[in-house]
């Protein structure tokens, strides 16, 4: 075996020292990932503070001390300085963004208060942020916990890329509830691996559930037992559709009650501008993990830095300048409030549609109260079935998942379309049932 690189073995070493646990928890590839010291990047910024005269470090072009840049691609970006578009981002992000952010947990979520996290670290949006954390911490054959109604990337992240074995619960329990008591039991089970990865995705994707606060201290009470019987647990909240919460749920991401929770628990938060911010296509997102120790943080930064140099090496430059704008803009949050309460009334149609009677036994659906989605569930026939005739005979698309679920993204659909959206589904699949 090739010999670990002395900067890995630093990290490591720290990491034993001041988190044995954390160091369990990494992959072989996170054991031995590490983020140059002497390489072109550390040199170029250091010649950054230092080179007063000529700076000939890094591979971009320069002009009049400005970015060397194309009129044409400048003209359509003026309301910016080509210092904050053209150049490299550094690996971590730029640091202004990277404050913004973290003021932006703060405020959104009191209870981080007195709480030692590290700063949140940009990258190419959530998925980005996921697979740092396979990279990082799923071997083959380590198990991921996932609810059994769950984002279809995670199989490909996880489970393709890094060989893990996808370990699924039911979401909901008999009352319709999060089962948490599944939960614990698929946690419990891993015993004899001493490890797990649970995700923890609220807003739920595909069922727009977020679950209330007894049931959170549920959640985190089965993973402070699954820590107990001595099984290190990567705690990952994939806070995707944060901030649209429409009714009586918890408002704040768990990662705050998963930070400190107990020595064999690394919690870390997976976020980012993408649906928050209404920004798809920018891929801006943010992984930040918990911790009492600062030299773990720090280990723990250094290691996903040589993650990101070794795969994308930064993020781009432009749409975290873009971001960082929004976050400092002072109509922020008067605009972001608008579109709040847009999605919010097309929840509320939605589900004074299906409340109304209207549709009869046609179908159920599950609880939802958050997010994007909502998701029917078919009893009468199979959701593919009905999937295709929407889609052939009345143009509509909608997602069929397994055999009985279709899910509906209400995010998309004009308010005052939902009724005809639903009445149309509900025709579909009457007429599939007729068949
Ligand atoms: C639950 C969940 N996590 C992560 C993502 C990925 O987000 P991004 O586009 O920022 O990579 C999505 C996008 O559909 C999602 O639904």
Redesign the pocket.
């Known amino acids: 075996m090739k010999s670990m690189n002395p900067l890995a073995q630093q990290l490591n070493e720290t990491l034993q020292k001041e988190s044995p646990n954390v160091y369990a928890m990494l992959s072989n590839l996170g054991k031995a990932i590490y983020f140059p010291k002497e390489g072109i990047l550390s040199q170029s910024a250091e010649a950054k503070t230092k080179a007063t005269k000529f700076n000939a470090t890094i591979g971009i072009a320069t002009e009049g001390g400005k970015p060397m840049h194309l009129k044409l691609i400048q003209d359509t970006l003026s309301a910016y300085n080509p210092k904050d578009i053209y150049e490299y981002a550094p690996p971590a992000g730029k640091p202004e963004l990277r404050s913004a952010w973290r003021a932006k947990m703060f405020k959104d979520n009191p209870s981080l208060e007195g709480v030692s996290f590290g700063n949140p670290i940009v990258t ?7 697979s740092i954390v396979a990279d990082l911490f799923a071997d083959e054959g380590d198990a991921v916990v996932i609810p059994n109604k ?2 279809e ?1 995670y199989e490909l992240t996880f489970g393709i890329r890094r060989g893990a074995e996808i370990v699924e619960y039911p979401l909901y329990n008999e009352s319709m509830q999060f089962n948490s008591a599944a939960l614990r039991d698929a946690l419990l089970a891993q015993k004899g691996k001493g490890k797990a990865i649970v995700l923890l ?1 609220f807003p ?2 595909p069922t727009g559930y977020t679950p209330g606060v007894r049931e959170c201290e549920e959640i985190v009470a089965a993973i402070h037992d699954a820590a107990e019987a001595g099984i290190h647990v990567v705690a990952v909240t ?1 806070d ?2 944060f901030g649209l919460f429409f009714e009586d749920s918890v408002q704040e991401s768990l990662f705050s009650k998963l930070a400190a929770l107990h020595p064999r628990v690394l919690a870390v938060k ?1 976020d ?1 501008a ?2 928050e911010e209404y920004v ?1 296509g920018f ?1 801006v ?1 943010f992984i930040t993990f918990a911790s009492e120790s600062q030299a773990t943080l720090a280990a723990l930064e250094q290691k996903t830095l040589g993650i990101i140099r070794s795969t994308i090496s930064s993020g781009p430059h432009p749409s975290q300048t873009f971001v960082l704008h929004a976050l400092q803009s002072p109509e922020f949050e008067a605009q972001k409030a608008e579109k709040f309460d847009i999605m919010k009334g097309r929840a509320n149609r939605v589900k004074s549609l299906l409340d109304s009677g209207r549709y009869g036994d046609t179908w159920e659906y599950y609880p939802f109260n958050s997010g ?1 989605f909502m998701c029917l569930k078919l009893t009468t026939v199979t959701a593919e079935d009905v999937r295709q005739h929407l889609l052939n005979e009345y143009g509509i698309g909608t997602i069929a998942l397994g055999q009985t679920d279709l899910r509906v993204a209400f995010s998309c659909i004009e308010e005052e379309y939902l009724e005809e959206l639903f009445d149309t589904i509900h025709k579909a699949v009457t007429e599939v049932a007729a068949r």
Do not use: F, I, Q
């Open positions: 190419n949006a959530l998925t980005h942020g996921l769950n984002w990337n995705n739920n994707n994939d995707a559709y997976v980012g993408t649906k798809w891929r997102g994007y």
